[in-house]
């Protein structure tokens, strides 16, 4: 991973790492710049949806249009997932 002018804390580090080796479309940086990372929520190119923001044709086991697999990695690592947009999730420390 390229690191920039700040370095994300190991947590965020290793959920970016490992999501990006799923194939999610992981963007570097926070909303505001912060030192996390971000989800596209516009990027489903493949066979694999990661999030829909308007939930069209998704599994209904799916919570606010995630992937469980999004859902269960950053779980792993301490870290949720929220809309900032109909576009893109940011990536927090759960509290």
Known sequence: MKKEN????SNFEA???ELK?????????GWNGEDT?????E????DTIWADYYEELLPS?????VNP??????????????WCNAGVL?????E
């Open 69 to 82: 697999i999004i859902t269960e990695t950053l779980s792993k690592h301490g870290l949720v997932a929220e």
């Open 21 to 29: 080796e799923l194939g999610a479309p992981v963007i570097e940086g």
């Open 43 to 46: 990027d489903n190119g493949g």
């Open 6 to 9: 700040k370095q994300m804390k």
């Open 90 to 94: 940011n990536v927090y420390e759960s």
């Open 61 to 65: 086991s799916w919570e606010w249009g």
């Open 15 to 17: 959920a970016y790492t």
């Open 37 to 41: 990372f971000r989800i596209s929520g």
